[in-house]
Structures are given as structure tokens and as C-alpha cells.
């Protein structure tokens, strides 16, 4: 349960909401994850500073994206939400400028693809010698950089949201230890959370812990009206979509409270979509069951244009890796033994024939969901709860 609960980032939570509930050997390892949890924050807050300091020095536009910005309503305590990236948008005419700068800090690019799905640079890391231990929650991990040029990748995606240079336009600054930080206002900063959950769940990488953190946003908000009133003032309509498919997720699977405005956005969801809740909607959540790509019939349900779906779908049915496989990505390479580098190729090779064999059970999978699909039209799950009534926004 643990080796799941930390791939898919519950291990955490699961420790800050059940104290007291758990056998005593399990309570001893989960409260030992938090404290080295709160730990590698310390070293993701100097992290953040020091890059930060870099741009702001050389004059450069940006703006942190997600961790460290998600303060209220998203966790109870940051030191304990896992973070392994530090996200920073950069506006594309400054995006080159931006890379020389962290590069100047040390920080080198993998030798990943910068294909038409990316919405960021090939992540970036620092040859630091740390070595994977098995343990994610490891202090001495360093963090990834991944500097972004876009809210939303259209052509990777298949469909527009429209305009989103509100999303910077409007950024705030938020203090976060000690430090002063460019990020997204909260109305925004939700949505974009939304779109990135999404866009995992499009791409078949989706964690638990995004929805579950929506769903914490969504709980914690509940009786917010404040927020939820600018939300649905200065929120943007193209994503309202987009939002009432995260909320509804974070709801079905977690069970939380909702703000009638959140949903109301789940009720306005299309037809279509709210029938692929009622056939698949836990789908992506089931990790210990046989894989699926339950998803890409979502997916294709939001994209307008035929030849665009096709595209899509032979994309996600056959995908093609664009990124190596690398194993102690973070020691130089002067420092690998020749053995080290025999296993590495081993574990790359491994790494691809698993991948190929999850595929190809894959597409058995959907061709039986794509029959569902089609012979199965039930009436829409309902999404309301029983829930005290509120005044309307209007």
C-alpha cells in the first residue's frame, strides 16, 4: 500500500489526516516521511531563491507556477506537500535569456526532445551526484527545473481555451519564505491547477495527489463565498470546461464538499462528458487494476475537428518516447563506471520493453471501453450531494 501511496503522492496526506489510525510501524514511517518532507522544503525554498534572485538580477519577466504558491486552501502546511519540480512560466521572447541564466547556475538540460506536446524546455537538473534511494521523500534529492512558455499547448491537445494572457497580466506576489514571488493571482492559479490535471490525465500520467489536492481546494473553499464570487466574476469561460472535469473528478474520489459555484460547473458540463463520467468516470483511479486509457474517449470527446481526433488518438494508442532513458541522471558522467553504465543500458532496455508490453494490453482495453462507448448510453450520473443551500453568485 505504501510503495502505491508514495508513487502516487498519498503517502503524506494520508499521514496528516489519519494520525493515531494506523498500525504503529506504519505511523512511525509515514510521520519519519514528513520530517524528511519538511526538510527537502527547506532546500526547495533556497532552490526557488536562488533561481529567483538569478532572474530577477538579470532583469527577466517570470512568474513560479504551482508549488510553492500553493498556500491557501490547496494544503494545510506546505512543508508537507510533496514538490519535485519548481514550474516557472517565462514569456517566450525572454524564454532564451531565461535558460542562459539558470544555466549559468548549474543547472543542465536532460537529453529529452522538445516535441509538439511539450508546454516547457526539456526539464532540467544538477549534476549533483544524488543517486535514487528509494525513497521519495529522500532530503538530499534535488529538485527538477522546468521552465515554461505556455498555459496550454493547443496543437498537443487538439482544442483551444482561447485567450489565456490574463493568466499573466493579472499575476500577483505571494510572500513564501521570506520571499517575495511572482505567481499567478488564486482565481487563476486554480484554473491553471485544472489544466494541468487534465492535461495529465489526457497524457496518461495523472497522480492521485493532483485530484486530491483540487479536492483539498475544493473542501477547504467550500464556504469561501468570497473567492468563489471573483471567481465566478474574473474566471475565464473557456476553461470552464476544463474546471468542472477536475472538480468532478476531485469530487467522485474524494468525496468533498463543494461551493454551489463549483458545482454548478460540473452540472453545465456536455453530454457527452458527463456520460463518460457515468461508464468511466474511476477509471484513472484505479491504479491496482489493469491498466486502461479510459481517458482518450474523454479526451476526444472535447476535440471539435475529426482529423484532430484521429491524430490524437494514434498518438496516445502508439506513442513514440521522446526522451532518453537515463539512470543517476545527476552524476556527471566522468564519475560513471563502466558496470554503472552496463546497467544503465540494461535498465533502459527493460524500461522500454515494459513500457511497449503496457501499451499493447492497452489497446485491448480500450477497443472494450470504445465498445461501451458506443452501445451504453446511460443517463447522466448525477453530481449533486446533499449539501446546505446557499445564495446564488448572480
Known amino acids: 500500500m505504501l510503495r502505491a501511496t508514495d508513487q502516487q503522492g498519498l503517502t503524506l496526506p494520508l499521514g496528516i489526516r489519519c494520525p493515531g489510525l494506523m ?77 542562459h541564466a539558470v544555466e549559468t547556475l548549474g543547472w543542465e538540460a536532460l537529453p529529452e526532445r522538445h516535441g509538439r506536446k511539450a508546454d516547457h524546455l526539456p526539464r532540467m537538473i544538477r549534476k549533483t551526484g544524488w543517486k535514487w534511494r528509494e525513497d521519495y521523500y529522500d532530503p538530499e534529492m534535488p529538485a527538477a527545473l522546468e521552465l515554461h512558455f505556455q498555459f496550454w499547448n493547443e496543437e498537443a491537445e487538439g482544442f483551444s481555451l482561447g485567450d489565456l494572457t490574463p493568466f499573466w497580466t493579472r499575476r500577483a506576489v505571494r510572500e513564501v519564505g521570506g520571499m517575495q514571488l511572482p505567481s499567478l493571482n488564486p482565481v487563476d492559479a486554480l484554473t491553471y491547477s485544472t489544466l494541468h490535471l487534465v492535461r495529465h490525465l489526457f497524457q496518461g500520467a495523472l497522480q492521485l495527489h493532483h485530484v486530491y489536492e483540487i479536492a483539498h481546494f475544493l473542501e477547504s473553499s467550500s464556504c469561501d463565498d468570497a473567492f468563489w464570487s471573483e471567481w465566478y466574476r474574473s474566471g475565464l469561460p473557456s476553461c470552464r470546461v476544463i474546471e468542472g472535469i477536475s472538480f468532478r473528478l476531485a469530487m467522485e474520489w474524494f468525496n468533498c464538499n463543494v461551493h454551489p459555484a463549483a458545482r ?44 484532430v481526433r484521429r491524430r490524437v488518438a494514434l498518438g496516445r494508442l502508439f506513442p513514440v518516447h521522446n526522451g532518453s532513458v537515463v539512470l543517476d541522471a545527476h552524476v556527471p558522467r566522468s564519475r560513471i563506471s563502466l558496470r554503472r553504465r552496463l546497467r ?32 451504453n448510453v446511460p443517463p447522466a450520473k448525477p453530481v449533486s450531494r446533499t449539501a446546505p443551500a446557499r445564495s446564488g453568485l448572480r
Open 344 to 375: 544503465g543500458t540494461a535498465y533502459a532496455a527493460w524500461f522500454r520493453l515494459r513500457r511497449t508490453g503496457h501499451h499493447a494490453f492497452t489497446l485491448l482495453s480500450i477497443t472494450i471501453s470504445t465498445v461501451r462507448w458506443w452501445l
Open 23 to 99: 498500525p504503529p510501524l506504519i505511523e512511525a514511517r509515514i510521520q519519519n516521511n514528513l520530517a524528511s518532507n519538511a526538510e527537502r522544503h527547506s532546500r526547495l525554498i533556497a532552490s526557488h531563491a536562488e533561481v529567483a534572485a538569478k532572474l530577477s538580477a538579470d532583469a527577466l519577466p517570470f512568474a513560479i507556477l504551482k508549488g510553492l504558491t500553493k498556500t491557501q486552501h490547496y494544503c494545510t502546511d506546505l512543508r508537507f506537500r510533496p514538490q519535485y519540480d519548481i514550474d516557472i512560466y517565462i514569456p517566450g521572447p525572454s524564454l532564451p535569456a531565461a535558460l
Open 264 to 307: 454548478e460547473a460540473m452540472e453545465r458540463l456536455p453530454v457527452d462528458v458527463k456520460r463518460w463520467f457515468a461508464l468511466f468516470g474511476m477509471s484513472p483511479a484505479l491504479i491496482a487494476g489493469p491498466p486502461n486509457k479510459d481517458e482518450l474517449l474523454l479526451h476526444l470527446c472535447l476535440i471539435p475537428r475529426r482529423e
